[in-house]
Each structure stands twice: as C-alpha cells, then as structure tokens.
C-alpha cells in the first residue's frame, strides 16, 4: 500500500487507528502525505470501506490534491472507482443544502455568488439606502459593511438578530443599526435573486442539522470517520456544523497548525483547535489524542531555525522543526538605502543564483502588502527577469494591464483624468506634465468664459482643440493627436463588442502586441504572461444582474482590488518559468528554492493596524456578546487596556504571517529593507527594520550582506525612463525601423551621427556583430522519426491543419494560454468530481457556479446536470488510455465518461462550448471508438456501441455516432493514415475556417491568404 514509509510520528499516529485525533503539523511536515496515509491505513488495516471515510479541506485545489495522493496510496488494493469523497468546507455545507434544502422550503441547489458580487449587491443596497451615520462617501464603505455580515455568518446570526438585541444605543451602534439595515436589505435581494454567499452555504446547512437529528443522523450513518484537514482556519460556525454531525464520539481526525492560523480577519477562529478536545471526544467518550508532527521535509536545517524562532514569537511554547535530511539553507539579510536600491539588490541576486543554475520558476518574492509591488515589478522587467505576479492587485502594476486598464476606463468615462494622464504619460506617449499644462490651463480659462453654464470639460475635450492651445511643443501636439485619433477610432469600433473583443481592439490599435513582440524576450514573457492573465479575466467575467457591459466589469475590478476574499485562495501558477510574485497569504501551502522577503520595516512586516478591531469603537466589528465562541472574551472594559490587548493579538497574528513567509523557502531565504520608501514619492521620515528584520539578520546563521547608512532623503523614487517603444528616434516603433534599416543600411549612422555618438554605436554594432558570428553553426542532422506517440488532441489538429500540428507539436511555437480551454478544464474537472460522488465547489469563478445569464442560456455545469448525463452514473470517468496503432504509431488520450447498460457502451466527449462544424472534430470519436475496441476498461461485456460529443454550451446538442463493424474500420484506416503523415512528416498548411482561430495565422501565408480571400 504506501508507497513512503512512515516516519516515526506518522506511525504513531497510524497505531492510533481508528480513533479521535487532533495532530499539530508544522509548516513542511508533510500533512497531506499523512493525512494520505491516515486514510489508506484505516482501509487498508482497519477495513472500512473507502466510502465511509469523508474527507473535508478548504480549497478545491488541496481536495483533488488529497484525493490524488489517497487514490495513489491504495492503489490496486481497492476496486477502480471506489473513493474516498474529499469536499472543501463550503462544498460539504452545499451538499447538505442540495439533498436536505427541499426539507427546509430551500432551493434544491442553490446558486453561489462570489464576494465580488455579494459587493455587488451590497452596494446597490447602500445606494438605496437612507442613511444619517455611515460615511457614503468613504471608499471603504462597502468593504466594513460586508465585513460585519461575514462576521454575523461566521457566528450564525442574521442582520434582525442585532437590530432586535437590546443595547445601549451609544456609539458605534448608530452606525452598525444603519449597517445591519443595509445588510438585511442585502439578505432580502439574495433571496429575491435565489442565490446565497458563502456563509449563507454554513448558515442555512446549520440550521438544517441542528433543526432535524434525523437529518444529522442520516449524514452521520453513511460514514464511519472524518478527517478534517487545515483545521485552523475554520470559522465558529463551520466548527458547530461539524460537532452538530460529528460530535458526542464520531472519530474524527482534525489536522492543522495553530500557528500558521493567519485569516482571523475574515473569521477563522484560533479557539477551533485549542479547544478541539473539548468540542469532540472519543468513542468512549474520553478525550481525543493530540498528536504532533515536527520532522520538516521542505526547508534546510539553517531555515528551519530562524523559522523556529519566528513561531516562538507567536507561540514561545511551539515545538520546533526539524530536517530530518537537510542540514543546508541560505539566509541573508540586506538593508539598503532605498526601495529602488533594495529591488536591484534582490534583482542581482536572483541573476547571480539564476546564473548559478537555478530556474527563475525556483525563485519568489513574497509580499506583506501590495503596495510594494510596483517597483519590484519594474526593477525585474529592468533587469530581463521573466516575472508572474499572481495576485491581481499586484496584476494591475503591470504598465501593459495597467495602461490596457486605463484605455478601458477612458472608453467608459471620457472624464477620468487619471486614465488619460496614465495612457499619456505611459510608454507609447511619454508626455510629461509640461506637456499637459498648457491643456489644462486651456480648459480653465475657456470654463471661466462660459462660467454661467456651469460646463465641466474633460481633459479629453481639451485635447480635442489642440489648434486653439498654445505653448504646446510640436512633439506633443504630434502625440496628442495620435492619441485623439485612436481614442476616436476605438470609441467606434468598440460600439456592440463584447468586453474581450474591446480589450483586443485597444490592444491592436494601440499596437500593443507590436510593442510587446518588440520587447527583449524575457520582457516578452512578462508582458504576454500578464496581458493573457487579464484578457482571461474579461473573458470570464458576466454580471450578476443584466446585460455585460464595460462600466459594470470596471466596477467589478475596482470592487475586486478592495476585496481581500478573492485572495483567500493559494495562488494558482502557469508553470512558465518565470519568478514568482505574490503576497505571503497566497503563498500559504506553496514552496519554492528561493524566497525573498522585501519592506521588512518597522510597522511593515510585522505590520502595524491602522486601527484595532475594537467592538467598542468600530461599528463593523461583532460585538462580544454575540460570538458563539469565547474568542476575546477575556479582552479587558478599560479602552488602554483593550487597546493594548488588540494590538498584542495583532502582532501575534503577524509572527504567524512571518512564519509562513520563512517557511516557503527550500535552500536560500533573503530578507530585505530600505531606509526610504514611498513610489513615487518619498515617505517624510526613513523606515527602520522591524523586529523580524533585526531577529534575522542576528541569527547566527545568516548573513548580513550589507547596511547602507541613511543617505539624505531622495525626492522622488523613480527609475529613469528607458520604455522600449515607441523610441523618440524610431517613432513608427521598432519593426519599421528595423525594416527601414534593412532597406538603408546607413539610416541609424546617420542618426547616431546627429546627435554626435558615433563611437558609441559604432561600439555597440560591432559587439552585436561579434555575437552573431559567434553563434554556432545550425547542426543540419536529419531527424528520423522511427516510432511515434501523439496525444488525441494533437491527431485532430493534425487531421484539421498539417503546418498547425507542425508549429505546436515539432518545431514549437509560442501559443497563447485559450482560456475557453481553461474553462473547459474546470466544467470537466466538476464532472469528473460529481460523477465520483462528490460536489465540488469553487472560491474564485462566478462562472463555474454558472450564475444564471439569461442571454446565452444555462452554465455548461448547469446543462450536464440536467442532463441525461448528469442524471446518470457513468462506469468509468476520464478513463486513460495508450492506444498503439501499429508498431511506429501510438495515441494517448483519456475518455471524458463511458456509460455502460447491459453490455451497451456509450462514450461520451464532454464539451463545454457549442457544436462544432469542424471535420477534423470526429478524429476524437474515432480514438476512443478504437480504443474502446482494442482496451479492456472493465465494462462488462460489450454488445453495442455508440460514441457522443455532448455539447454543453448554450444547452445541450448530442452528436452521436453508432459504432458498427463498418464504422471502427473506417476510423482505425483514418488514424493510420492521418499516423503516417506524421511520421512521413507531411506539414503542409490545409486552409480552413480554423485559421480564423490559428495562432500561428500571422505568418502563415497560406492561412493569411485564406482569410483575405474570404
Ligand atoms: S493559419 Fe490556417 S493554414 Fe496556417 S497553420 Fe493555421 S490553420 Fe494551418
């Protein structure tokens, strides 16, 4: 069974057998792997059946990681489809609402809305709202306001039970009565809507157990032990649904690390697992064991001590970890003069250690706030290091999304100055605020020549009498019609296109992917990397409430930059290779080689709250009184005292946030601060290092690279400007001018003459010149294909375009990341879950809970299960599959279902999108026709057989072919012959439709004359 041996603290935990354990597991301890090994051991030796054991954890990516591993572990000694059922939280609470909701008088399967819509719907309700004592004007509003609702679920309580409670009527309750009237506004929309939010999901799932013991009993009889994984971080009220079900004896196995609890802003309760011995007990009825797990198989030995003592501010009683293998690990410490300073320092090194042979994809800068992203950004893009920056606040500080972003906001509101001057004053224009006065100067005189109308002008307008400005240079007017014309341009074009097709438009009327393929390539990536990211964004994104429209997905952004719920998840990476940059609450659960850790100034990391959650004073926090918990109810009346206890649990919290930050690290963990801060300004005073800097940097293992002294304070923080294009030399971009070149080869000496810097370009030329004739002869071996393996997809796009299956297969091209794909991917991994028993939700898409769009029809989620798929249970799901063809040729591939009825097989394709016209499609059918043929997947007899692309998107279209012995030798000749144009390398370009939707169209002159021909 268990493919690792256990250590000794896992088999002491083994031995326990089937029993009521609460394990402690370290950062690095291996706790999915023991949580594995929990399970495989109560299968495998204690004979309950996979079935009965229910697994619950907090993401769907960490519950088909664990299903993963378990299935791994039991390998063959369980029969294929018999599975552990692994839920996240939300999911098991949805689960119970789907099967006993009806009881309740609740929809059957309620639609789930994330926290950007729940801000949606919050905002529209304070928008109506009459309110005297809550601040509208604030920005923050709507993010307090949810705040307080939260907390309300995370305790089981609705806005009527505060507004009914008796309480003084002193401050804050004026403001929080007017709040809990917007969120009862709120609750009364949702149902209005038929939709509820995520502590909807626990709330109404609680209320159904604790109203019904035969519902909890008929819960509570199908299983025989739960295991519940990242215990800390559960809120009060997942803790009572839980101990509702499970308590008074069920075993139950709660694993997790009290001092990497690091979301009690958003609910989670550290009592959860102090107190876990008390809220659950043994089959005896006896206290549950507590167990501890501290060998480290993550980080070296030398990480692993300053990271003990980290946990030990948090927790001076935490036992520390240990490597059992590892006696290695890096740590440095540097303090440089400023930010800028201090981003080159961590640049440098990442070049060095990349030069030393790690991968950029080993490296990571892990961020306490977002604002420290920007410089980071552009100091790595200054120094070619390929960067993903995976939280999208962080997103947003691209330039190439930040400027994309500004273009959508001036398309909207033609008044936001803000967008205009950063389009501007960005990378294509590079106007200066010289350049704009005299426009501005222009508006308030003409405003003031018509003061009686009262007409407020945009920049936008001014910019559109430049004949009428003056003291403008001649470059700037040059540039600002350029401008002018492509905002024009756009404003029509944009006119009845979808949010994608807007943000493509700008980017090819900007000539953005020009000057992006213009970018060095590891700049390239970076700007690709990011663009798609957000380009994928506008593309999933559909409004709760009516038609889809550029002003509400702006909202929706602004709404989601504010909406620290969104980052609850761990970040998720493409796997390019490119350093990683994300902020350490994303990166819990995540590792990489190489951590750096910038800004740990004092008051920055461990950060300092600008103002403590005192239910005394601030209106959006729960009142004591009204917690299910005893959490805080030690917090002293008198306000000093009170305040000092909130600050001491703040900090707390932060050493926490610390330690998950240390722990990421594999072999090298860099710690850095600056004495000046503030982008692009300068903060007044110089930062000092915070006590986690200064704990650091003493450790006797680390090593100080250096401690600038305070240098005056700088201005302004700010790389000079060396954007890449447009150039003021080469204005019509970089690829004209190259083509210029080519056609004069004297062009650029003529400038470089000009402006006096012959030597340097002649320099320069001849470097250039060097470096080409030292590149190495093109190796001209031939290429003997001899066997052949190709996956199923790659033959169809094969059968539909040779020269296609040429550039992404042979001689590989770049391709872009088809978010449709992706989006496909998660309905079939739904599927794939529902078709195993389980209900898999997710924290981040509304569109993967299908949020009802009522102009393009049902969710493709939606349309499965109310299909005749859905409905039925198939023998075998996303079955794989080696299919050899002849001795050269093998596919490989894997069958999405295989519905089996006395012996007659239907083989089901599932496929998100809309029916196809494409011929190359039946390729697909045609694999798994003969591989159903050739390959025993334990079916049962087969008598008949039929194959089925079942389309989901829009509703649902079959398309089914009867399998007959005339039909498989057809397609078995099709695959053979399609294998020997492989193998023969037959690449020629097979115009079609598909081109249309080809990434390689723009230099495919055969697909390019196709297109134009059309
Ligand atoms: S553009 Fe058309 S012809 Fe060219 S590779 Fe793509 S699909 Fe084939």
Same mark, same amino acid.
């Given at each position: 069974?268990?493919?690792?041996?256990?250590?000794?603290?896992?088999?002491?935990?083994?031995?326990?057998?089937?029993?009521?354990?609460?394990?402690?597991?370290?950062?690095?301890?291996?706790?999915?792997?023991?949580?594995?090994?929990?399970?495989?051991?109560?299968?495998?030796?204690?004979?309950?059946?996979?079935?009965?054991?229910?697994?619950?954890?907090?993401?769907?990516?960490?519950?088909?990681?664990?299903?993963?591993?378990?299935?791994?572990?039991?390998?063959?000694?369980?029969?294929?489809?018999?599975?552990?059922?692994?839920?996240?939280?939300?999911?098991?609470?949805?689960?119970?609402?789907?099967?006993?909701?009806?009881?309740?008088?609740?929809?059957?399967?309620?639609?789930?809305?994330?926290?950007?819509?729940?801000?949606?719907?919050?905002?529209?309700?304070?928008?109506?709202?009459?309110?005297?004592?809550?601040?509208?004007?604030?920005?923050?509003?709507?993010?307090?306001?949810?705040?307080?609702?939260?907390?309300?679920?995370?305790?089981?309580?609705?806005?009527?039970?505060?507004?009914?409670?008796?309480?003084?009527?002193?401050?804050?309750?004026?403001?929080?009565?007017?709040?809990?009237?917007?969120?009862?506004?709120?609750?009364?929309?949702?149902?209005?809507?038929?939709?509820?939010?995520?502590?909807?999901?626990?709330?109404?799932?609680?209320?159904?157990?604790?109203?019904?013991?035969?519902?909890?009993?008929?819960?509570?009889?199908?299983?025989?032990?739960?295991?519940?994984?990242?215990?800390?971080?559960?809120?009060?009220?997942?803790?009572?649904?839980?101990?509702?079900?499970?308590?008074?004896?069920?075993?139950?196995?709660?694993?997790?690390?009290?001092?990497?609890?690091?979301?009690?802003?958003?609910?989670?309760?550290?009592?959860?697992?102090?107190?876990?011995?008390?809220?659950?007990?043994?089959?005896?009825?006896?206290?549950?064991?507590?167990?501890?797990?501290?060998?480290?198989?993550?980080?070296?030995?030398?990480?692993?001590?300053?990271?003990?003592?980290?946990?030990?501010?948090?927790?001076?009683?935490?036992?520390?970890?240990?490597?059992?293998?590892?006696?290695?690990?890096?740590?440095?410490?540097?303090?440089?003069?400023?930010?800028?300073?201090?981003?080159?320092?961590?640049?440098?090194?990442?070049?060095?250690?990349?030069?030393?042979?790690?991968?950029?994809?080993?490296?990571?800068?892990?961020?306490?706030?977002?604002?420290?992203?920007?410089?980071?950004?552009?100091?790595?893009?200054?120094?070619?290091?390929?960067?993903?920056?995976?939280?999208?606040?962080?997103?947003?500080?691209?330039?190439?999304?930040?400027?994309?972003?500004?273009?959508?906001?001036?398309?909207?509101?033609?008044?936001?100055?803000?967008?205009?001057?950063?389009?501007?004053?960005?990378?294509?224009?590079?106007?200066?605020?010289?350049?704009?006065?005299?426009?501005?100067?222009?508006?308030?005189?003409?405003?003031?020549?018509?003061?009686?109308?009262?007409?407020?002008?945009?920049?936008?307008?001014?910019?559109?009498?430049?004949?009428?400005?003056?003291?403008?240079?001649?470059?700037?007017?040059?540039?600002?019609?350029?401008?002018?014309?492509?905002?024009?341009?756009?404003?029509?074009?944009?006119?009845?296109?979808?949010?994608?097709?807007?943000?493509?438009?700008?980017?090819?009327?900007?000539?953005?992917?020009?000057?992006?393929?213009?970018?060095?390539?590891?700049?390239?990536?970076?700007?690709?990397?990011?663009?798609?990211?957000?380009?994928?964004?506008?593309?999933?994104?559909?409004?709760?409430?009516?038609?889809?429209?550029?002003?509400?997905?702006?909202?929706?952004?602004?709404?989601?930059?504010?909406?620290?719920?969104?980052?609850?998840?761990?970040?998720?990476?493409?796997?390019?290779?490119?350093?990683?940059?994300?902020?350490?609450?994303?990166?819990?659960?995540?590792?990489?080689?190489?951590?750096?850790?910038?800004?740990?100034?004092?008051?920055?990391?461990?950060?300092?709250?600008?103002?403590?959650?005192?239910?005394?004073?601030?209106?959006?926090?729960?009142?004591?009184?009204?917690?299910?918990?005893?959490?805080?109810?030690?917090?002293?009346?008198?306000?000093?005292?009170?305040?000092?206890?909130?600050?001491?649990?703040?900090?707390?919290?932060?050493?926490?946030?610390?330690?998950?930050?240390?722990?990421?690290?594999?072999?090298?963990?860099?710690?850095?601060?600056?004495?000046?801060?503030?982008?692009?300004?300068?903060?007044?005073?110089?930062?000092?290092?915070?006590?986690?800097?200064?704990?650091?940097?003493?450790?006797?293992?680390?090593?100080?690279?250096?401690?600038?002294?305070?240098?005056?304070?700088?201005?302004?923080?700010?790389?000079?400007?060396?954007?890449?294009?447009?150039?003021?030399?080469?204005?019509?971009?970089?690829?004209?001018?190259?083509?210029?070149?080519?056609?004069?080869?004297?062009?650029?000496?003529?400038?470089?003459?000009?402006?006096?810097?012959?030597?340097?370009?002649?320099?320069?030329?001849?470097?250039?010149?060097?470096?080409?004739?030292?590149?190495?002869?093109?190796?001209?071996?031939?290429?003997?294909?001899?066997?052949?393996?190709?996956?199923?997809?790659?033959?169809?796009?094969?059968?539909?375009?040779?020269?296609?299956?040429?550039?992404?297969?042979?001689?590989?091209?770049?391709?872009?990341?088809?978010?449709?794909?992706? @989006? +496909?991917?998660?309905?079939?991994? =739904?599927?794939? %879950?529902?078709?195993? $028993?389980?209900?898999?939700? /997710? *924290?981040?898409?509304?569109?993967?809970?299908?949020?009802?769009?009522?102009?393009?029809?049902?969710?493709?989620?939606?349309?499965?299960?109310?299909?005749?798929?859905?409905?039925?249970?198939?023998?075998?799901?996303?079955?794989?599959?080696?299919?050899?063809?002849?001795?050269?040729?093998?596919?490989?591939?894997?069958?999405?279902?295989?519905?089996?009825?006395?012996?007659?097989?239907?083989?089901?394709?599932?496929?998100?999108?809309?029916?196809?016209?494409?011929?190359?499609?039946?390729?697909?059918?045609?694999?798994?026709?003969?591989?159903?043929?050739?390959?025993?997947?334990?079916?049962?007899?087969?008598?008949?057989?039929?194959?089925?692309?079942?389309?989901?998107?829009?509703?649902?279209?079959?398309?089914?072919?009867?399998?007959? @012995? +005339?039909?498989?030798?057809?397609? =078995?000749?099709? %695959?053979?012959?399609? $294998?020997?144009?492989?193998? /023969? *390398?037959?690449?020629?370009?097979?115009?079609?439709?598909?081109?249309?939707?080809?990434?390689?169209?723009?230099?495919?002159?055969?697909?390019?004359?196709?297109?134009?021909?059309?």
């Amino acid at each position: 069974m268990n493919p690792i041996t256990p250590t000794t603290e896992q088999q002491q935990i083994l031995d326990l057998g089937f029993d009521t354990i609460r394990i402690s597991a370290g950062a690095g301890t291996g706790k999915t792997t023991t949580v594995a090994m929990i399970i495989a051991n109560l299968v495998t030796n204690h004979g309950i059946d996979p079935e009965h054991i229910l697994g619950i954890t907090f993401t769907n990516k960490a519950a088909s990681e664990l299903a993963d591993r378990v299935r791994s572990y039991l390998g063959a000694s369980v029969d294929p489809g018999r599975e552990v059922e692994v839920h996240t939280y939300h999911g098991f609470a949805g689960q119970i609402l789907n099967e006993f909701g009806l009881l309740a008088g609740l929809d059957r399967r309620p639609e789930v809305i994330t926290p950007t819509f729940a801000r949606q719907i919050l905002g529209e309700a304070l928008y109506n709202a009459n309110l005297e004592h809550v601040d509208i004007t604030w920005s923050g509003r709507i993010n307090r306001i949810k705040h307080l609702g939260d907390r309300l679920g995370d305790h089981l309580l609705e806005p009527g039970d505060l507004l009914t409670s008796l309480h003084s009527g002193e401050d804050p309750w004026p403001e929080r009565l007017e709040m809990l009237q917007t969120l009862d506004t709120y609750q009364k929309t949702k149902r209005e809507l038929s939709v509820v939010d995520y502590s909807d999901l626990i709330t109404l799932s609680t209320n159904l157990v604790r109203g019904s013991d035969e519902i909890a009993g008929t819960i509570r009889e199908r299983y025989r032990i739960v295991v519940l994984d990242e215990y800390q971080d559960t809120n009060p009220a997942q803790r009572i649904l839980l101990a509702t079900i499970f308590g008074d004896g069920f075993p139950v196995v709660a694993v997790g690390d009290a001092d990497q609890t690091i979301y009690e802003w958003r609910g989670a309760s550290a009592e959860n697992f102090d107190r876990f011995v008390l809220h659950f007990s043994r089959p005896d009825g006896s206290e549950p064991h507590t167990r501890e797990l501290t060998g480290n198989y993550r980080s070296g030995q030398r990480i692993l001590d300053v990271a003990n003592e980290i946990r030990k501010e948090a927790n001076p009683d935490a036992s520390d970890l240990s490597s059992p293998n590892r006696t290695d690990g890096t740590i440095e410490t540097h303090w440089a003069e400023d930010a800028m300073a201090e981003a080159e320092w961590i640049a440098r090194r990442f070049e060095k250690l990349h030069d030393d042979g790690a991968s950029w994809s080993d490296m990571a800068v892990l961020f306490r706030k977002n604002r420290d992203f920007p410089l980071i950004v552009e100091t790595m893009s200054r120094h070619n290091i390929p960067i993903e920056v995976a939280n999208l606040g962080g997103l947003f500080s691209v330039p190439e999304v930040a400027e994309l972003r500004a273009w959508l906001t001036l398309l909207a509101r033609p008044e936001s100055a803000p967008a205009t001057l950063q389009i501007l004053f960005g990378s294509r224009y590079r106007l200066g605020l010289a350049d704009i006065a005299p426009v501005s100067r222009w508006i308030a005189r003409t405003i003031d020549k018509y003061r009686d109308e009262q007409l407020p002008m945009s920049l936008i307008e001014g910019i559109e009498h430049l004949d009428e400005i003056e003291d403008l240079r001649p470059a700037a007017i040059e540039r600002l019609r350029h401008f002018l014309g492509v905002y024009l341009e756009l404003l029509v074009e944009v006119q009845g296109a979808s949010l994608v097709e807007t943000a493509r438009l700008i980017l090819d009327r900007t000539r953005a992917w020009a000057d992006v393929e213009s970018l060095p390539p590891v700049q390239r990536l970076t700007a690709r990397l990011n663009l798609y990211r957000f380009l994928d964004l506008t593309e999933d994104w559909s409004p709760l409430r009516g038609r889809s429209s550029l002003p509400a997905f702006l909202d929706y952004i602004e709404a989601m930059e504010e909406e620290p719920a969104e980052e609850l998840d761990a970040a998720r990476l493409s796997g390019e290779d490119a350093v990683t940059l994300v902020t350490v609450h994303r990166a819990k659960g995540l590792e990489w080689e190489i951590v750096a850790i910038p800004a740990v100034t004092k008051g920055g990391f461990p950060g300092r709250s600008q103002m403590y959650p005192d239910p005394d004073t601030k209106a959006d926090i729960l009142p004591i009184q009204f917690r299910v918990d005893d959490r805080y109810s030690d917090m002293p009346a008198d306000p000093k005292a009170r305040t000092e206890y909130l600050r001491t649990e703040n900090l707390m919290q932060e050493w926490r946030v610390a330690y998950v930050a240390a722990t990421r690290a594999k072999s090298h963990l860099m710690v850095s601060g600056a004495h000046w801060y503030g982008h692009p300004e300068t903060n007044q005073n110089p930062k000092e290092p915070s006590p986690l800097f200064n704990l650091i940097r003493d450790h006797a293992n680390s090593t100080d690279t250096g401690f600038a002294a305070v240098p005056p304070r700088p201005e302004i923080l700010r790389f000079e400007d060396d954007s890449f294009a447009p150039d003021p030399l080469f204005e019509s971009g970089w690829i004209a001018a190259l083509a210029d070149e080519i056609e004069d080869p004297t062009g650029v000496a003529a400038i470089a003459e000009r402006l006096g810097i012959e030597s340097a370009h002649t320099k320069e030329t001849d470097m250039w010149s060097q470096r080409l004739f030292d590149l190495p002869e093109e190796l001209n071996v031939e290429e003997k294909r001899d066997d052949l393996t190709v996956s199923v997809t790659a033959l169809v796009t094969y059968a539909g375009c040779p020269k296609q299956f040429y550039w992404s297969e042979v001689d590989r091209l770049p391709r872009r990341r088809n978010p449709a794909a992706v @989006a +496909g991917t998660e309905v079939h991994r =739904r599927i794939e %879950l529902i078709q195993k $028993g389980n209900i898999p939700f /997710e *924290e981040i898409s509304q569109e993967i809970y299908d949020v009802p769009d009522t102009d393009t029809g049902p969710g493709a989620y939606k349309t499965f299960l109310d299909s005749r798929f859905g409905e039925n249970r198939a023998a075998r799901v996303e079955a794989p599959f080696t299919l050899s063809i002849d001795d050269r040729f093998t596919i490989r591939g894997r069958i999405d279902a295989i519905y089996a009825n006395d012996g007659a097989l239907e083989v089901v394709d599932f496929k998100s999108g809309r029916p196809s016209e494409d011929p190359a499609r039946i390729v697909q059918l045609e694999a798994y026709a003969v591989a159903c043929d050739d390959i025993d997947f334990e079916v049962g007899d087969v008598t008949t057989m039929k194959v089925t692309f079942a389309y989901l998107g829009g509703g649902l279209t079959e398309e089914t072919y009867e399998v007959d @012995a +005339g039909w498989l030798a057809g397609a =078995r000749a099709h %695959l053979e012959e399609l $294998g020997a144009g492989i193998l /023969e *390398e037959r690449f020629d370009p097979m115009p079609s439709d598909r081109c249309r939707r080809c990434d390689f169209l723009q230099f495919c002159e055969a697909g390019l004359a196709f297109v134009g021909a059309e």
